[in-house]
């Protein structure tokens, strides 16, 4: 079974995706096109699209369906990249899980965090992720922003102690940050707030959380996302990632990896080929609704084949051109220079 492989990547090869990356095609304004996989399923047609690593929600490989799962990657020659609890499906979470102004909904929320800390170690995976999804607000005046802030420091310290206390370092934490949708305006926006947050965090627990930035979050609020990599690979903080593309600033797409801006795709894969960026890399994309079922892994293949073209040019740019470049002040040229690497022979 053919599985992708970066060229001199260095750490951890392979690439992985989510068992939601091939849903059922629903989306705000229409249910389902496509019969939903049962998601075990989900894994054999991950490995047979190239990828070593699958990702799940705990809605999605529950606590009880974990062993079978296990065993099933196992038999696949695949491993579990990340597990991550869901704080946005379930309407007991409509105002956010640790931000909820219900204590009864953020106990609630706790307990669900801590229950996929125990399964993120039965599925052997290394990372858990929190991606923020309600936690914000669409109503000013609506939380109070200080206590929500607070409640977040509090809540990721009591899941770092515990998953110290009875794992050590065995699994870290990655937070996901997305700047709206489905809130208005979402606590742990960007990159820059996270870290904040984290620096805020018990200094025991500091080390074990980092950040999973992804593609299209920060391109829907008009930021750089290699310089948001670069600030999480400053601080040391680059645990995970998630690549997708974004047609512009509008609602997250989650396109095909390489699809939209390759020439920014590959002046990021240059980023993490000098930063040795061990990390997994997955790809957090969405098969769109108007794919037929036979072909819904089309865009697992489509962003790897992408990653692998844009990797293998970007192993060729010649570094020494790029420093000349910012010397000598040609900065058009430095572009041009990019453009010859990714259109050029
Ligand atoms: C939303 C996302 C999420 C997260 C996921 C795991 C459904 O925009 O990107 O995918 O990636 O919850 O962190
Ligand atoms: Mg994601």
């Not at 305006?185 to 805020?200: D, K, P, T």
Request: charged share 25%; with cysteine.
């Amino acid at each position: 079974m053919l599985r992708y492989e970066l060229k001199n990547k260095v750490g951890i090869n392979g690439l992985g995706a989510g068992v939601w990356n091939i849903g059922a095609g629903n989306d705000p304004f229409g249910g389902p096109t496509r019969d939903p996989i049962p998601m075990l399923d989900r894994l054999p047609m991950l490995a047979e699209s190239g990828m070593s690593f699958y990702e799940a929600h705990d809605v999605e490989i529950t606590a009880e369906m974990a062993p079978a799962a296990a065993k099933l990657a196992k038999k696949l020659g695949m491993k579990c990249a990340m597990y991550t609890p869901s704080f946005f499906a379930a309407p007991i979470f409509k105002d956010g899980a640790m931000t909820s102004n219900d204590p009864a909904v953020r106990k609630l929320g706790m307990e669900n965090a801590l229950k996929a800390v125990d399964t993120t170690v039965v599925l052997g995976a290394k990372t858990m992720v929190f991606w923020n999804g309600r936690e914000g607000f669409d109503f000013v005046l609506a939380k109070n922003g200080r206590d929500s802030f607070k409640r977040l420091v509090e809540g990721f310290n009591k899941v770092g102690h515990y998953a110290l206390k009875n794992y050590g370092t065995k699994v870290k934490f990655a937070i996901e940050p997305k700047p709206n949708e489905p809130r208005a305006n979402m606590y742990m926006a960007n990159v820059g707030e996270v870290l904040y947050l984290i620096s805020r965090l018990d200094k025991e627990v500091q080390p074990i959380f980092g950040l999973n930035p992804e593609t299209a979050h920060s391109r829907i609020a008009g930021l750089d996302f290699i310089w948001d990599i670069e600030l999480c690979l400053e601080a040391g903080k680059l645990f995970h990632i998630h690549l997708n593309s974004q047609d512009g600033q509008r609602y997250d797409q989650d396109l095909p990896f390489g699809y939209t801006e390759p020439l920014k795709d590959l002046a990021l894969l240059v980023v993490l080929q000098d930063a040795k960026y061990a990390g997994p890399i997955c790809f957090d994309v969405k098969a769109p609704r108007v794919d037929d079922p036979k072909n819904i892994t089309d865009i697992l293949t489509v962003s790897s084949q992408n990653l692998i073209w844009l990797w293998d040019r970007a192993l060729k740019v010649d570094r020494k051109k790029i420093e000349q470049f910012r010397k000598e002040n040609r900065l058009t040229a430095l572009s041009g220079y990019l453009a010859q690497c990714l259109y050029g022979k």
